[in-house]
């Protein structure tokens, strides 16, 4: 089960592979300026999780007119992310959690996907500028998508 509503979100400080080269995304650097649309996704260069970030790609502008910015993470490295996001036109901020220790911070490990080792759930939360979780929905299968129309709702009544 993923962190409930109401709990602190854990903060951290994860790598992402842009022009510039290799960046820090820290989710405190949003506290206190924006609500933070968490997303994670179990790996890069697969279908669903293809189609899940070029459609929140395309709704980009939507996030920012409710007044929050757009972090995916998944267990690839930020290199893979790099690739793919190039590969596929991805313009949402992707953080990578080699390490897998925010997965586990966030409770949404998705223990041996396809066999080949645990990944991210599928899931996201809704942080505000406080750093409080204001939405959290796992998915119940990495096939299925979060209700985003129910994230956006939350947004709609923070801002």
Not at 8 to 31: C, E, I, N, Q, R
Request: glycine share 6%; hydrophobic share 45%.
């Amino acid at each position: 089960m993923p962190l409930p509503i109401g709990s602190k979100a854990p903060d951290f400080t994860l790598k992402s592979k842009t022009a510039a080269g290799l960046v820090d995304v820290k989710l405190s650097d949003h506290f206190g300026k924006s609500t933070t649309v968490l997303l994670f996704f179990p790996l890069a260069f697969t279908g669903v999780c293809t189609t899940e970030m070029c459609d929140q790609t395309a709704g980009l502008g939507d996030y920012q007119k409710l007044g929050a910015g757009v972090v995916a993470i998944s267990v690839d490295s930020p290199f893979a992310q790099e690739a793919w996001a190039k590969t596929n036109n991805i313009k949402v901020t992707l953080a990578s959690d080699l390490n897998k220790v925010v997965i586990k911070q966030y409770e949404v490990v998705f223990p041996m996907l396809a066999g080949v080792g645990d990944t991210a759930a599928r899931a996201a939360f809704v942080i505000d500028k406080n750093g409080v979780i204001q939405y959290s929905e796992q998915t119940p299968t990495p096939k299925d998508l979060p209700n985003f129309e129910a994230i956006k709702a939350v947004l709609a009544k923070l801002k």
